[in-house]
């Protein structure tokens, strides 16, 4: 089973609610590219998602009243 580091994830971030966003729209540009490529996922998207997060790969960017 995957268990990301959440304290190495919120470290970037303000709140969890950006942090579940974030990695919901980062899933969805994942699944939506390989439809566009027309590739077979093998992995969860989430999973891919969540992945790039940790390794500073995808950076989440909050809004200025947030920060």
């Known amino acids: 089973m995957f268990n990301p580091d959440l304290k190495k ?18 899933a969805r540009e994942i699944r939506d590219e390989a439809i566009e490529n027309k590739e077979q996922i093998d992995d969860k998207t989430v999973s891919k998602a969540i992945e790039e997060i940790c390794d500073g790969k995808y950076v989440i960017e909050e809004p200025d009243e947030l920060k």
Do not use: D, P
């Not at 470290?11 to 969890?16: I, K, P, Q």
């Open 9 to 26: 994830m919120l470290g970037n971030v303000n709140s969890r609610y950006s942090l579940v966003i974030g990695t919901a729209k980062r």
